[in-house]
């Protein structure tokens, strides 16, 4: 049987990939007054999008 990873893993994991200069922190939508707007495109949506409508992005868990 297969185990779930841990998250002591996880913490591994990030920590290797933060020694080698990569970001580990969840991507979020940026803030536009009472918008969101996409990080990649810039698009503006309103607070309840799940996605951009323009490239298709969506939010890191």
């Known amino acids: ?5 841990s998250s002591d893993d996880d913490d591994l994991f ?3 990939l933060a020694d080698r200069g990569h970001g580990t922190e969840p991507v979020r939508w940026d803030r536009s007054y009472n918008k969101l707007q996409c990080p990649d495109c810039g698009a503006l949506h309103d607070e ?3 996605d951009c409508g323009v ?3 969506r939010p890191d868990a």
């Not at 049987?1 to 990873?5: C, F, K, N, Y």
């Open 1 to 5: 049987m297969a185990l779930a990873p």
């Open 55 to 57: 490239c298709g992005w």
């Open 14 to 16: 990030d920590q290797f």
């Open 48 to 50: 309840g999008a799940l």
